[in-house]
């Protein structure tokens, strides 16, 4: 939304750039538009993906609004005579059309989407699983798992997400890695069911010091906090309960 | 902002000092969008000047005899992939302009100072 935001502010500066120029003779006309596609591609440029985001197209804007005094100036300045008048009152209406619809545009946008407001988690299914890849000789170990859908109740799309979880039981806790991510989610949409599990839990007998899995009948209940990372920083999107089942299929 | 006769506005001396400024860092030629982060640099703004006042300060400076301007060759840009740079050069009157005016902001914050006078 960011870059597409950027992309009609850059349009909106050039069809303004186009329009105050238009009454003027070619070589007026030519350097202007020429030089201010140099000055957006420069800062595009130095500013890299940076350049497309809100702030950038905030700046952009507000370089093209406070000029507009002087851009008014300088084209009566160097209009010709035989400039027909009708073409003033253009410039004049498209200068009021492309202002207004640039600031509609950044004010719809509104400050970056907070994920944890944005989002709504739907949990599938939450329980153990067993996990026979760390199975030893009093079984398969169990991992806590939960599954669930993301879905953005917001009424503008997401950028790109990842999710992330803590598992933890009692004041053991396990981070789930890797994260399972998005290119981002349309308003009113939801993402396919992810499933994330944590790590197996084994006991230690008290006995024998060894290793051993924690039985389904033992386990009882654990935490699971789910994260959610949105354009550059980490939000928790809730603590759910690992209930002492199995994990529905 | 109305104009003295022969006085330069602000702007177009902010814009003089940068080009000096650049020039001492070896940049005899600059472009808008350098000059633009150069005058945010020195008043320490958030935001760049705007476009329609920069380039209609660099056309007046540029009507006066103080910069002089040229495209670059375009076949540069082409083999940078990007539109080609207007390269704007301080002239020797740009240059004594600059100077004056730092001479005439200096000489005005010494009468400005305070003084001490016998009790």
């Known amino acids: 939304m960011n870059r597409a935001m950027f992309r009609i502010v850059v349009f909106a500066l050039r069809g303004w750039t186009w329009a105050y120029t238009l009454p003027l003779d070619d070589v007026d006309r030519e350097t202007r538009r020429r030089e201010i596609e140099s000055d957006v591609w420069e800062f595009e440029a130095e500013h890299g993906c940076r350049a497309t985001g809100f702030r950038a197209a905030v700046h952009i804007l507000l370089?093209?609004?406070?000029?507009?005094?002087?851009?008014?100036?300088?084209?009566?300045?160097?209009?010709?005579?035989?400039?027909?008048?009708?073409?003033?009152?253009?410039?004049?209406?498209?200068?009021?059309?492309?202002?207004?619809?640039?600031?509609?545009?950044?004010?719809?946008?509104?400050?970056?989407?907070?994920?944890?407001?944005?989002?709504?988690?739907?949990?599938?299914?939450?329980?153990?699983?067993?996990?026979?890849?760390?199975?030893?000789?009093?079984?398969?170990?169990?991992?806590?798992?939960?599954?669930?859908?993301?879905?953005?109740?917001?009424?503008?799309?997401?950028?790109?997400?990842?999710?992330?979880?803590?598992?933890?039981?009692?004041?053991?806790?396990?981070?789930?890695?890797?994260?399972?991510?998005?290119?981002?989610?349309?308003p009113q949409r939801s993402s396919p069911a992810v499933v994330l599990r944590g790590h197996p839990l084994y006991v230690i007998d008290g006995e024998t010091a060894r290793r051993t899995a924690v039985r389904l009948d033992s386990v009882g209940e654990a935490r699971v906090r789910l994260f959610v990372h949105h354009e550059g920083r980490w939000a928790s999107l809730g603590d759910f309960t690992i209930p002492s089942r199995p994990m529905p299929r | 902002m109305r104009r003295k006769s022969g006085h330069l506005v602000p702007l177009e001396l902010a814009i003089c000092e940068a080009a000096l400024r650049l020039r001492a860092r070896g940049e005899d030629e600059f472009h808008g969008y350098e000059l633009a982060k150069a005058l945010k640099h020195d008043a320490d703004a958030r935001l760049l000047t705007a476009y329609g006042t920069l380039y209609r300060a660099l056309g007046r400076l540029a009507s006066m005899g103080l910069l002089t301007s040229r495209w670059e060759d375009p076949r540069a840009a082409t083999r940078e992939s990007r539109p080609p740079r207007r390269l704007y050069s301080l002239t020797p009157a740009g240059e004594a302009a600059a100077e004056q005016a730092r001479r005439d902001a200096h000489l005005a914050g010494r009468k400005r100072r305070p003084r001490w006078a016998p009790a």
């Open chain 1, 63 to 186: 370089r093209a609004f406070l000029g507009v005094a002087d851009d008014l100036g300088w084209a009566f300045e160097h209009m010709t005579p035989r400039a027909p008048a009708v073409r003033l009152w253009t410039v004049i209406r498209f200068a009021v059309v492309a202002i207004g619809a640039a600031t509609v545009v950044v004010s719809a946008s509104g400050p970056p989407l907070d994920p944890a407001r944005a989002l709504s988690v739907t949990v599938e299914g939450a329980g153990w699983m067993q996990d026979s890849k760390h199975a030893d000789s009093s079984g398969a170990a169990l991992a806590p798992a939960i599954a669930f859908t993301l879905t953005n109740i917001a009424d503008r799309a997401t950028t790109a997400l990842e999710v992330n979880a803590v598992f933890h039981r009692g004041a053991l806790g396990s981070a789930f890695a890797p994260v399972v991510g998005w290119r981002g989610l349309g």
